[in-house]
């Protein structure tokens, strides 16, 4: 890729990858899917995080699922973190 190329490409070339999935508030838990790319598509990946006691505790989702589409990865994660809270509530952290 040229130089100029590179300085001049349009904006609407970036890989979904560079967008920020907006977070999500359930049951008192932020969530904020946050996949990671991957060869096959994008890992399913989550930050979980809920002020507990004034001291702010999140955990890192991380599966082994990977998803071709970016915005179905995103709403995967976010189906799965909210299992995760369901089954564990407090005790994730």
Not at 46 to 66: F, M, N, P, V, Y
Request: with cysteine; hydrophobic share 40%; proline share 3%.
């Amino acid at each position: 890729m040229s130089l100029l190329s590179w300085l001049f490409r349009s904006k609407s070339n970036e890989s979904p990858a560079a967008k920020k999935a907006a977070a999500v508030e359930y049951q008192g838990f932020r969530i904020t899917p946050d996949p990671m790319k991957e060869a096959q598509g994008y890992r399913l990946c989550a930050l979980i995080e809920k002020e507990i006691g004034g001291e702010l505790q999140s955990h890192h989702l991380i599966r082994a699922d990977t998803i071709s589409d970016f915005d179905a990865c995103v709403e995967a994660s976010v189906a799965k973190a909210r299992q995760m809270i369901d089954q564990q509530g407090d005790r994730l952290f």
